[in-house]
């Protein structure tokens, strides 16, 4: 099982970027999906989560903000951020659970700039 992420970068504050998670080995469709993030020397945030059957919740931090979503054609994860603020910054990862194993993506670093 692989999550192959992309997406990221450098953008100004106020301005929008979109992150993709690229599932093999397993169906999206199957699994809870977290989507997290984590600065240097602080714990991990879960900012969003997709369980199977259910709508996606997020955190207070990103709501209004951010949305995740999953696309079973492709077999991805899709996640936009709008509005981003330099307090976003961090290292943005997706990771998926099923039957109580979870998989990890790589990460992918999102740094905005005042």
């Known amino acids: 099982v692989q999550l192959a992420e992309s997406g990221g970068g450098v953008v100004q504050a106020g301005g929008s970027l979109g992150l993709s998670c690229a599932v093999s080995?397993?169906?999206?469709?199957?699994?809870?999906v977290f989507w997290g993030r984590q600065e240097p020397g602080k714990e991990r945030e879960v900012v969003a989560t997709?369980?199977?059957?259910?709508?996606?919740t997020y955190a207070d931090s990103v709501k209004g903000r951010f949305t995740i979503s999953r696309d079973s054609a492709k077999n991805t994860i899709n996640r936009q951020m709008n509005s981003l603020k330099p307090e976003d910054t961090a290292i943005y990862s997706c990771?998926?659970?099923?039957?109580?194993?979870?998989?990890w993506g790589q990460g992918t670093q999102v740094t905005v700039s005042s």
């Open positions: 997709l369980r199977r059957g259910s709508s996606a």
């Open positions: 990771n998926a659970r099923k039957r109580g194993a979870y998989y």
């Open positions: 080995g397993l169906s999206v469709s199957s699994v809870d």
